[in-house]
């Protein structure tokens, strides 16, 4: 997805103008129309996770312009999050007892590059090589006509 429609995309869903389709992890998630636009019924707008990944593609957009980079032709070429290490607080309850009281935190990986121009096929047929079976080849090979 180029970046631009991502960024756009993301305030989008924070003002609830498009939808996050929901296909798995999707129990209890209500049916929405919205979702029709993805080819599914379930969907949500988690507004907290659109503000941090638009935080985080933000700050790729001008560290990609630091490095010189065209941002008009940035492609999100891959993006994974991954679960980090739980941080570890402590909750005082009734009876002298404590409590976990644990974060989730995660690992987000975002890579950008720039998108390369399509460069068409040529149309003449000088390169154009006759295929020939496998079988024939064997024959050629065999007689010794090459």
């Given at each position: 997805?180029?970046?631009?429609?991502?960024?756009?995309?993301?305030?989008?869903?924070?003002?609830?103008?498009?939808?996050?389709?929901f296909r798995k992890f999707n129990h209890r998630v209500g049916r929405k129309?919205?979702?029709?636009a993805w080819g599914h019924t379930q969907g949500r707008w988690p507004k907290k996770s659109a503000e941090f990944l638009l935080?985080?593609?933000?700050?790729?957009?001008?560290?990609a312009e630091y490095k010189g980079l065209d941002t008009d032709h940035l492609v999100i070429e891959h993006i994974q999050v991954q679960r980090a290490a739980k941080?570890?607080?402590r909750t005082y309850r009734a009876h002298?007892?404590?409590?976990p009281y644990m974060s989730s935190p995660?690992?987000?990986?975002?890579i950008l590059s720039e998108k390369e121009e399509i460069v068409s096929k040529?149309?003449?047929?000088?390169?154009?090589?006759?295929?020939?079976?496998?079988?024939?080849?064997r024959r050629i090979l065999?007689?010794?006509?090459?």
């Open positions: 997805m180029p970046l631009k429609r991502a960024i756009r995309f993301l305030e989008n869903v924070k003002e609830k103008k498009e939808i996050v389709p129309a919205q979702a029709k935080q985080l593609l933000r700050n790729a957009e001008s560290n941080v570890r607080r002298g007892r404590i409590n995660c690992h987000v990986e975002v040529p149309t003449d047929d000088v390169g154009k090589v006759k295929k020939e079976s496998k079988k024939k080849q065999a007689r010794g006509d090459y």
